[in-house]
C-alpha cells in the first residue's frame, strides 16, 4: 500500500516502488502528506507491506470520473468471480466522480473501505495507483481473500454549534445558496470576513473546516466542500439536496483525538482472537488543517488505544468509505478511519 505526495509524478512513484517490490500486488493514492506513528510526513512515500497466507487481486477503473455507478458495477462483478469472503480496499478520485453514487450501487454484505485521494487543491490534481497502472480520474481496488481478518472504526471531531440553515438552491456538486442567500455571504455573516474574500486562499480552502451536518433520517450526516468557487458558491463532493435543513459544525482538538481513540477501539473488535499487525489510518484532509499547530497528536490517540507494537499508515483524503456488517458502505467527511489489519492466530 502506497501514500504519495501528489507533488511527485505518478509514473515515477510507481517506478521506484516497483524497482525495489518487483511484481508484488500494489494499490496507491495522492495525498497532501503522508501519515505513520511518527505522525505527518510531507514530500513522502509512504509504503506498507503486509505478507502472509492470503491473496490479493487488483483492479483499475479508469472511467470511475464518469460514473460511479458504473464503477460499483465492476468492483461488484470482479468479486462475484470468487466465491470466498473478500474485503475490498479502495481508493478514488477526490475532485472528479461521485463517491455518494458509488456507494449506493455496491450491494449490502460486500465489504468496502477506502478513501478519496487528495492533493493540490488549486488544480484538482491526484492520483491513483493499481499494480503497474496509474492515473487520474480513476478507482483502483484490492480484492483481499484467504488468512487475512479486517476490522474498521470510523469517527470524527465534528460537533454542531446552533447555526441553522435551509438548503435553497443545490445543482450537482454546487451548493449554492443557504436561506436564499449566496453560500459564501451566509459564511462571511458568520465569520466577518467580506464574501469576496471567501473564493481567494487561505479561505477558499479553509471552508472545509467549516462543514455542514445535513439531515439524512434520524441523524445528520457530515458534508464538506473542497473550495469556494468565485460565483460564491461551494464545491462539494456530495450532493446536498434542495430543502433540507443544514447546520454548521466546528472542529476541535479534544474531539479528533477523542475520535480517534473510538475509532482505534471499535477496530479491533472486529478481527476477533486475531493478532493485529498494520493499522491503515485515512483521516479527512481537514484535520491536518485543524491540527496545524499539533502535528501528530491524531498518531499519538492511536497508539494509546492500539500500542506503539501496532504499525500505522496512511494518508490525508478528501473523503472516506467505510463499511459496517452486512450494510451499504458509507461516504463519509471529515472522519478518521481506521482499517486494522489481523493474522488469524
Known amino acids: 500500500m502506497v501514500v504519495a505526495s501528489h507533488q511527485y509524478q505518478p509514473r515515477e512513484v510507481l517506478n521506484g516502488v516497483s524497482s525495489l517490490l518487483g511484481d508484488a500486488p500494489m494499490i496507491g493514492f495522492s495525498s497532501p502528506a503522508g501519515f505513520t506513528g511518527d505522525g505527518h510526513h510531507p514530500h513522502s512515500v509512504v509504503v506498507a507491506m503486509l505478507s502472509g497466507d492470503f491473496q490479493a487481486d487488483m ?5 470511475y470520473a464518469q460514473s460511479g455507478r458504473e464503477a460499483a ?3 461488484e462483478g470482479h468479486a462475484a468471480a470468487r466465491t470466498e469472503r473478500q474485503t475490498i480496499l479502495c481508493f478514488a478520485d477526490g475532485f472528479n466522480g461521485d463517491a455518494e453514487q458509488f456507494c449506493n450501487a455496491i450491494p449490502a454484505g460486500l465489504h468496502v473501505t477506502g478513501g478519496l485521494s487528495s492533493g493540490d487543491l488549486h488544480t ?3 492520483y491513483q495507483i493499481a ?4 492515473g487520474t480520474g480513476g478507482l483502483v481496488a484490492a480484492f483481499m481473500r484467504g488468512g487475512l481478518k479486517i476490522g474498521v472504526g470510523y469517527d470524527h471531531g465534528w460537533k454542531p454549534v446552533g447555526n441553522q440553515f435551509r438548503v435553497t438552491r443545490s445543482r450537482g456538486f454546487w451548493l449554492r445558496t443557504l436561506d436564499g442567500r449566496p453560500t459564501s455571504e451566509t459564511y462571511a455573516g458568520l465569520f466577518g470576513y467580506p464574501a469576496r474574500d471567501w473564493a481567494f486562499p487561505p479561505l477558499s480552502y479553509l471552508a472545509r473546516l467549516y ?4 439531515e439524512q433520517g434520524d441523524g445528520l450526516v457530515v458534508r464538506a466542500p473542497i473550495r469556494v468557487e468565485a460565483d460564491g458558491s461551494f464545491r462539494m463532493n456530495a450532493i446536498i439536496r434542495d430543502g433540507i435543513d443544514a447546520y454548521l459544525l466546528v472542529g476541535d482538538r479534544v474531539a479528533c483525538e477523542n475520535a480517534a481513540r473510538n475509532a482505534a477501539q471499535q477496530a479491533p473488535r472486529q478481527l476477533g482472537n486475531s493478532k493485529p499487525v498494520l ?5 479527512d484532509v481537514a484535520w491536518q ?3 496545524k499547530a499539533h502535528p501528530g497528536v491524531e498518531a499519538a490517540a492511536l497508539q494509546e488505544i492500539l500500542g506503539e507494537n501496532v504499525p500505522i499508515a496512511g494518508g490525508y483524503t478528501l473523503g472516506q468509505i467505510a463499511s459496517d456488517e452486512d450494510s451499504k458502505p458509507k461516504f463519509l467527511n471529515q472522519h478518521i478511519v481506521v482499517v486494522l489489519f489481523g493474522e488469524p492466530e
Open 289 to 291: 488543517m485543524l491540527l
Open 124 to 126: 484538482g490534481n491526484t
Open 211 to 214: 462543514p455542514l451536518g445535513v
Open 131 to 134: 499494480g503497474n497502472q496509474t
Open 59 to 63: 483492479l483499475w477503473l479508469p472511467g
Open 279 to 283: 493499522a491503515l489510518v485515512l483521516v
Open 73 to 75: 458495477s465492476k468492483v
